[in-house]
């Protein structure tokens, strides 16, 4: 009886850890957002942000959470040099008075035990628009080298440069830009 006890005081405890909202720190060197545009209809150009930090946070018995992201915008890396001051200047990401971009969720939309979505806003330049990120892929498991719980997933959504002021070069440039943000977070 005692040990019958036991056991279902462990599966209660063991369910209510699960129950409880889990909070992941977004770990930077896996976590490189990353944009593509049309260049003049001639190609499709990538860059990325090489410095990310942030939050996320699930409660998978909820099916809730909060994801809240902080990308260095002077990080920007388009594999040039001078391009990177380029498209820091005021007429693209105006880094000087505006050094970061930010996303913080609304909603995250499971399907089942997976995030299939998170809808939030993301703010450049201090614009703000409201922008769903379909998750592509997503993963929780005890991470094999820190020995913690980890959690990765691989994030899209499209935005016009427009929308943030941004638009020089509009048509010759893609306006539409297609963001991609892969993210490795490690559980607190």
Known sequence: MKRTIATLIASLLSAAAYAAPETYVIE???TLPRFEYSHFGYSVQLSRFDKTSGTITLDRAKKSGVVDVTIDAKSVNTGVALFNEHIQAADFFDTEMFPTITYKSSKVKFDGDKVVAVEGDLTIKDISKPVTLTVVSFLCMPHPMVK??????????KVKRSDFNMSKNVPYVGDEVTLTIPVEAIKQ
């Open 148 to 157: 913690k719980e980890a959690c990765g997933a691989t994030a899209t959504a």
């Open 28 to 30: 930077p060197t896996h």
